[in-house]
């Protein structure tokens, strides 16, 4: 486990220690200098997490609510934080005028079966740190600071194998994959300059973050568009199919090395490939990415954990960054439709939400 000390309050995240867990034994590449550039959504997340969504009570303030979760800040080293707001919170905090346009509650996309009791959020609130003890500890002292806010739903996740790899934060799914190469790619510690081949692609700060533009509040620019989804995995069934299988369902090795060959933090030219007889068309990567034209590549920085509440209840909290839904999630999981992935996987819960930059403090706006 490798910690690196910093205070930070940036981005929607109050930082008060950034570690990340690194099984190489190596330092996160993740330079100084770029973390405080960058919104604290983007720093290496956490090994444990736990999330939860909270809801106002009728006659409670919730403006009041949302302030005292985003001031509190963590009473021992080594957590990350960050409170989101849902599109049920403007409405509630009488701030309805001041919503971002693009946020509105999670609709339901094609093969959701979602539950009421996992689903959306006045709030949420975001709790990472290096062992699940002290996230689970962090949390309920967080959640302490606003006693009016009622629990809608909590998940505790984790993330196997947590660990920077030239640039991405990379960890292992229930699943048994490697998680984080498609990201984009932080810039390489202290350069100042990115990868090599990564110069043309946007970076994860222009990714995730909100543009000005039409139903844009001036507040909102520089925050970002957080969507969780709860997908729980028949782990049982796909642990039964052979790994070329499993493999070809999701378009990599489960190192993530290219199905034709191609190293991990490569892309092969699906191009060569137009029948699909090295990488299918189904897969998961290339429905998700297939790099045809008129379909861009996603903009969306993912930083999923895994969660396990038993045999029949364990798959993955899917939590992703973006500036721009539609160029996001809502586009990409569009495309998903119909995967043969689907055949494994459920998505019972989640919510979109949006994480304010206060960096500069808390935003009068929201403040009432
Ligand atoms: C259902 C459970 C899911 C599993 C098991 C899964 C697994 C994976 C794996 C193993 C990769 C390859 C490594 C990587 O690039 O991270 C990947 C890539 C990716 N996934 Fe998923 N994923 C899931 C859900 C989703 C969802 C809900 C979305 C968004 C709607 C999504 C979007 C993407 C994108 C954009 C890539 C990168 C594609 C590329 O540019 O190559 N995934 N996923």
Redesign the pocket.
Same mark, same amino acid.
């Given at each position: 486990m490798v910690g690196r000390r910093t205070a930070f309050a940036l981005g929607g995240l109050v930082v008060a220690a950034c570690a990340v867990g690194a099984d190489s034994g190596e330092a996160p590449a993740f330079a100084a200098a770029d973390a405080e550039a960058l919104p604290a959504a983007l720093l290496p997340p956490a090994a444990h997490v736990v999330l939860t969504a909270l809801d106002v009570p009728p006659g409670q303030d919730a403006a009041r609510a949302y302030a005292a979760l985003a001031r509190a800040t963590p009473a021992s080293g080594g957590v990350q934080a960050g409170v989101a707001l849902g599109a049920s919170w403007f409405a509630k905090a009488g701030l309805e005028a001041a919503r971002p346009a693009a946020l509105i509650p999670m609709p339901r996309f094609t093969g959701d079966v979602p539950d009421d009791a996992l689903t959306h959020g006045d709030l949420l609130l975001h709790v990472g740190a290096a062992t699940a003890e002290a996230a689970r500890l962090a949390s309920g002292s967080w959640l302490r600071s606003a006693p009016s806010a009622r629990v809608r739903w909590q998940r505790r996740g984790f993330r196997p194998g947590n660990q920077v790899s030239g640039g991405r934060v990379l960890a292992r799914?229930l699943?048994g994959?490697?998680? @984080?190469? @498609?990201?984009p790619s932080f810039r390489a510690a202290g350069t100042g300059r990115s990868p090599a081949g990564a110069d043309a692609e946007p970076g994860p700060g222009e990714v995730v973050r909100v543009a000005a533009g039409p139903g844009v509040p001036a507040w909102a620019v520089g925050g970002s568009h957080q969507v969780v !989804?709860v997908?729980r *995995?028949a782990t049982r069934l796909w642990d039964a199919e052979p790994v070329p299988v499993q493999e070809r369902v999701?378009? !990599?090795r489960r190192d993530?090395t290219w199905l034709d060959g191609t190293p991990a933090a490569g892309?092969p030219a699906f191009a060569d490939d137009p029948d699909g007889t090295a990488t299918p068309l189904d897969a998961?990567?290339r429905r998700?990415?297939p790099g045809t034209p008129g379909t861009p590549?996603?903009r &969306?920085l993912?930083r999923?954990y895994s969660y396990h509440e038993g045999p029949q209840d364990q798959? &993955?909290l *899917?939590v992703?960054y973006q500036g721009d839904l539609e160029l996001g999630?809502a586009g990409?999981?569009r495309r998903?439709a119909g995967q043969p992935?689907d055949r494994y #996987?459920l #998505?019972v819960g989640g919510g979109y939400f949006f994480l304010p930059d206060v960096s500069r403090g808390l935003p009068a706006e929201l403040t009432g």
């Open positions: 799914n699943f994959f490697v998680e @984080g190469h @498609g990201n !989804r997908i *995995f999701i378009g !990599r993530g892309r998961h990567v998700a990415n590549a996603p &969306m993912r999923g798959g &993955m *899917f992703a999630f990409v999981q998903l992935l #996987t #998505t």
